[in-house]
């Protein structure tokens, strides 16, 4: 297996970086470039820029920052909110994005996920799943589905798509732990990787999550303390997880 | 004329690639054209997308043989993930592809635990980490490198390919990129 990965993720309206706790009391964090350029400094492993006010005429704002991202930065990166169509994320791959991360336009539409990836490869397409209770939720956790989580990860899978990136409404923010059980119960289900997300408190909850899966999302705790992810880096590997070699500039 | 010709095969990301170039200080053009390509000091075939449908790109545009004639005069060509695949005789993929037949070898699906082959893994005898995104992989008696007993590099003559993007794996990448253009 490749070494786990550590991904920050950063949550993007109308060009700018944002975090919620469950999805919303929104407040700004910082500019997305500048903050990409910050971590991948810092050692990120790959990072997920999701544009969670993602509408029609929103669509240029995106494209100009995953331009400007792709200049600055020289690890991969993935890009969701707002794509649903092959020609939205050709745009998206185009202007520098390795993956898009498709979420309620899959589940409206899951032969998107196929189209893309014949296009793209299946390493281009992330299905992003927002889990309640046992069920899924879309439009930024606001609407409920009756689509069950386990069996939507494997249609996903089955369709094409090349990871899936977890998250669990109810740690989002928290900063109590990722949700274990569902985790392992979606990877269990499928054989292409998985992304937990929701919950990163401590270097201990990033250790638990990689060793149940293969890269942890992170927010919150780097988004308060950019300067501080080469240190949860460290913590995590004393933790006896293997990460990339990474060279700290003195 | 740019130092380097970023082969365009209507799939790619291939801005990512020039943006390592630009930060090496090299220029770099993206084009299909075969005599841009036959003229070029160096070319990068890079790798996003299937390879049924980059292989009929490079045919339709010429560049297909214009690759070919490079690597009879011995010039330079480095391949990246797909393009490195594209080089070898065939590849399992989409039901079966002829390849560019530059290096002896073939293409099949990995058996890897969990598929597409995903993150930053250690490259022997390199030992250095690079990113991968793959599905398949190589299978080729020019192979210079493993990661995980896999085949991730090739070398014949003219040309050298990698499985791994160097594009987006960080300090090791862009001195990887460094020293593959520089070798001329």
Known sequence: ?250 | MSDVVVIDYGAGNTRSVRSSLTTLGFSSVVSADPDTIRGARNVILPGVGSARSAMTHLEATGAAEALVDRFTNGDDIVGICLGLQLALEASQEDGGVKGLGLVEGLVVRLETPRIPRLGWAIVDPWDEAFYFAHSYVAESPHMVATSEGLCVAVRKESFFGVQFHPEKSDAAGLKFLEQCLSRA
Not at chain 1, 44 to 53: G, K, N, S
Not at chain 1, 129 to 139: K, L, P, S
């Open chain 1, 1 to 250: 297996m490749p070494l786990s990965r550590i991904i920050p993720c950063l949550d993007v309206a109308h060009g700018r970086v944002v975090k919620g706790v469950s999805f919303v009391n929104l407040r700004d964090v910082g500019d997305p470039v500048e903050l990409a350029k910050h971590y991948s400094d810092g050692g990120a492993d790959e990072l997920v820029f999701l544009d969670i006010a993602a509408t029609p005429n929103e669509a240029e704002t995106l494209v100009s920052v995953v331009q400007r991202v792709a200049d600055v930065i020289s690890i991969p990166f993935t890009v969701g909110g707002g794509i649903r169509s092959v020609d939205d994320a050709a745009r998206i791959i185009e202007a520098g994005a390795d993956r898009v991360s498709l979420n309620s336009a899959a589940l409206a539409t899951p032969s998107l996920i196929t189209d893309i990836a014949a296009r793209f490869g299946s390493q281009a397409v992330v299905v992003a799943i927002d889990a309640g209770e046992a069920f899924v939720f879309t439009h930024g956790g606001r609407r409920a589905t009756d689509i069950a989580t386990v069996p939507w990860a494997a249609e996903a899978a089955a369709r094409g798509a090349g990871e899936i990136l977890l998250t669990s409404i109810a740690r989002d923010g928290q900063r109590t732990g990722f949700d274990i059980e569902l985790t392992t119960a979606v990877r269990d289900a499928i054989d292409i990787p998985v992304i937990a997300s929701g919950g990163a408190g401590t270097a201990a909850h990033v250790a638990e999550a990689l060793r149940a899966t293969d890269a942890a999302l992170v927010a919150s705790i780097v988004h308060e303390n950019p300067a501080g992810l080469p240190g949860l880096r460290r913590e995590v590997a004393a933790l006896g997880i293997a990460l990339r070699p990474f060279k700290e500039n003195p």
